[in-house]
């Protein structure tokens, strides 16, 4: 069975730094793409960006590139999204997800909501 | 930048009725288009892909098509379970989501 799991929710101050993870079992990780997707409270979904596991090709879309860090290890089969500065404005809940053709995501993670706050 | 328009933002209806959801590209765009579901509290589930392919395990009254700028979803007969939230995507953008409410 395809499973992303993705790690527990967080809360943390604004200006600290957060990684969360997604961890995939049931295919080749390496093999297919992993994106991220941001809902901010109440809100709709915004495409992050993903990354091709297999040889670390990364594309952000230009509302999130410089804000975030995509990576992953193929040693675990496990992608990353991080922040450097958290800001309140990252308040959401951050889905990752796995991208097929043109991408779009056939299978998702269960999410991970980051609450930023003073 | 392709913008994306989803609409309605709402849409009242009664269980069994036939639903379109719709959404409409600033530009003629290819069939790199997707229709998914969410319900409150769940990540976002896969329906339709390459504009019309049910993705596995999908319902055949969920179905999907694409002329020119429009792309539409349409629920052939509402169940209960499909009460939701549902996001078109073109490409890299996410329209912004039509809620399908009971009437």
């Known amino acids: 069975e395809v499973q992303l799991i993705q790690s527990g929710a967080e809360v943390k101050k604004p200006g600290e730094s957060l990684t969360i993870s997604c961890q995939i079992s049931g295919y080749s990780f390496r093999s297919q793409w992993i994106g991220w997707v941001r809902q901010m409270p109440g809100r709709g979904l915004e495409w992050m960006g993903f990354i091709f596991p297999g040889d670390s090709d990364t594309r952000y879309s230009p509302s999130f590139q410089g804000q975030v860090t995509i990576s992953a290890d193929k040693s675990v089969s496990t992608a990353y999204l991080r922040w450097a500065s958290l800001k309140a404005s990252d308040t959401a809940t951050y889905y990752c997800a796995r991208s097929g053709t043109a991408s779009i995501f056939d299978l998702w993670g269960q999410g991970t909501l980051v609450i930023v706050s003073s | 930048e392709i913008v994306v328009t989803q609409s309605p933002a709402t849409l009242s209806v009664s269980p069994g009725e036939r639903v379109t959801l719709s959404c409409r590209a600033s530009q003629t765009i290819t069939n790199s288009v997707a229709w998914y579901q969410q319900k409150p509290g769940q990540a976002p589930r896969l329906l339709i892909s390459?504009?019309?392919t049910r993705a596995t395990g999908i319902p055949t009254r969920f179905s999907g098509s694409l002329s020119g700028t429009e792309f539409t979803l349409t629920i052939s007969r509402l169940q209960s379970e499909d009460f939701a939230v549902y996001y078109c995507?073109?490409?890299?953008?996410f329209g912004q989501g039509t809620k399908v409410e009971i009437k």
């Open positions: 390459g504009a019309s």
């Open positions: 995507q073109h490409y890299r953008t």
